[in-house]
């Protein structure tokens, strides 16, 4: 695609964006009452691969009553090229996703059905977690009906759907069931199933099961859940009968609130309990990663990857504030795999010791040094087996106030990684400003360099910049138009990932609301 296209294309989007604007605010076109879209427009060009995406989400929605409709018309022409990333939507035009939904009564003693395209989440997603992220690509809707109930502090769900595989096919067909029930003092309990109907008869179905309890007490909020996996075709060929289940999980999640300390505690075991159609082309579920999400560019950069069916772990969180000024947050995650006699390793056939997987602490200081002025130092040690790394970054953000609608952020992010496999150490250093005049304009400047020497007295630097310009068009439109070049890594949320190449080129992002 030329320069000229790109620029004729992209003010075709603005003046589109500019006049339906133009028509919200000065009311000569107003949407009826109970109508809402919703519009999302990314466009990428590649200068080097020549590879060029364009992806875009419309959403409507309108209520009338206790009736409520709506559909996403998806369009990617071309999406990008990665399998993982397009599921088979390499150039698609389609209604993806549409839904009727009639509401009668209220959250308390009421009834809802769900008829289409829908999401769900039980307890935290260790059964079943259906949803969208648009930023790793996840997108495990079901296509069914959804019943939900509410009546004397009970809440029931039943659902039947199937999901989308990267074929574009929907032929496993999903059912599940969740029943909570609130108590006395707020105590919750619920319990979930789900069960996966394969489209060739030949497979059996595999079911979970789980009981969850969760419940506040003094400073204390508690969360617990435990869940079982059954599959007749392992019970009978592997374990021969001798064993009624083929996977286990357990999730646990404390928190502690006193005064200006803040205590968060997590622990998981998950064993061979990945919730996938029988081609293992989606997953149903995603339990807690018991990982820490990053925000900074650098410390987001390497994978961690959520694996359900062998995976043990914890993750400790404190907060302190020691005045008004001055705050402390410190997090110490820990992931190993399962030792030999888990049902996993026996399933496939193992015997190995528990490894290490992710090994990830983090300290981060806060300190206001006035109403105009803010400092945030972050140190973090990270050792990964999926890349056989380990990292030491240290973080110096500063935050300039100019007044209630300008501020400045300076970053400035340093790497120093190494390789257990070849002894290799390489640097990464990374230099953010971002200026904020709020609530309108943003604009920011990235540049990273990366030193490496894989030979002695060899010594290889790369360089990459980037300029990035954001506006929001009264309160609907928000536009983001990013150039230059951008290094290789990781989009990683929730112990799911999505891997970006290296690019250079021009990226333009549009999202645009109406009620």
Not at 459 to 470: D, P, S, T
């Amino acid at each position: 695609m030329t320069t000229k296209s790109f620029v004729k294309l992209l003010l075709i989007f603005l003046s589109y964006s500019g006049s339906t604007m133009l028509f919200a605010q000065s009311n000569v076109v107003k949407l009826p009452d109970g109508l809402s879209i919703s519009n999302q427009l990314e466009y990428s060009y590649d200068i080097e691969s020549e590879n060029e995406i364009f992806e875009n989400w419309l959403n409507l929605d309108y209520r009338n009553g206790i009736f409520t409709a709506g559909f996403r018309f998806d369009t990617f022409q071309p999406n990008d090229p990665n399998p993982a990333v397009n599921r088979g939507k390499t150039r698609y035009a389609e209604f993806s996703y549409k839904y009727v939904k009639a509401e009668i009564g209220n959250s308390k003693e009421g009834l809802t059905i769900t008829a289409g395209n829908f999401y769900e989440l039980f307890g935290r997603g260790l059964i079943l977690k259906s949803y969208e992220d648009r930023n790793v690509r996840i997108d495990n809707n079901l296509l069914g009906v959804n019943l939900k109930g509410h009546y004397a502090g009970f809440n029931i769900t039943a659902l039947t759907g199937a999901a989308e595989n990267p074929n574009l096919e929907r032929k496993d067909i999903l059912h599940a069931l969740d029943l909570e029930y609130t108590g006395i003092n707020g105590t919750r309990l619920g319990i979930s199933f789900a069960s996966n109907d394969p489209f060739d008869e030949n497979l059996a179905r595999t079911s979970l099961t789980s009981l969850r309890v969760k419940q506040t007490f003094w400073n204390f909020d508690l969360y617990t859940e435990y869940g079982i996996k059954q599959n007749k075709d392992i019970i009978e060929n592997i374990f021969k009968g001798k064993e009624a289940f083929t996977g286990a999980a357990f999730y646990g999640n404390l928190n502690f609130y006193y005064g200006s300390l803040a205590l968060s505690g997590e622990y998981k075991y998950y064993d061979n309990y990945a919730f996938t159609s029988s081609d293992g082309t989606i997953y149903y579920n995603t339990p807690p990663s018991v990982r820490k999400d990053y925000s900074s560019v650098l410390l987001n950069r390497h994978p961690s990857i959520l694996d359900q069916n062998n995976e043990q772990g914890f993750q400790i969180e404190a907060l302190y504030s020691v005045n008004e000024n001055t705050h402390i947050a410190a997090n110490a995650n820990i992931t190993k795999t399962l030792s030999h006699g888990s049902y996993y390793q026996r399933i496939i056939g193992t015997n190995l010791g528990e490894r290490d997987l992710l090994n990830d602490y983090y300290i981060n200081l806060e300190h206001y040094w006035g109403v105009d002025y803010k400092s945030i130092i972050t140190i973090n040690f990270r050792e990964e087996l999926i890349s056989n790394t380990k990292s030491v970054s240290p973080i110096i953000e500063n935050q300039f106030y100019f007044d209630d609608t300008r501020s400045l952020r300076v970053v400035l992010e340093h790497q120093i990684v190494e390789n257990y496999s070849t002894e290799e150490k390489y640097y990464d250093d990374v230099l953010l400003l971002e200026f904020f005049s709020a609530p309108k304009l943003s604009l920011s400047f990235l540049t990273e360099m990366e030193t490496r020497e894989p030979e002695i007295d060899k010594l290889i630097r790369k360089f990459w910049i980037l300029f990035q310009i954001g506006y929001q068009f009264w309160d609907n439109t928000d536009i983001q138009l990013l150039f230059g070049s951008r290094q290789a890594g990781n989009i990683c949320i929730g112990g799911v990932c999505r891997y970006e190449p290296e690019f250079r080129g021009i990226e333009l992002k549009m999202s645009t609301r109406l009620y």
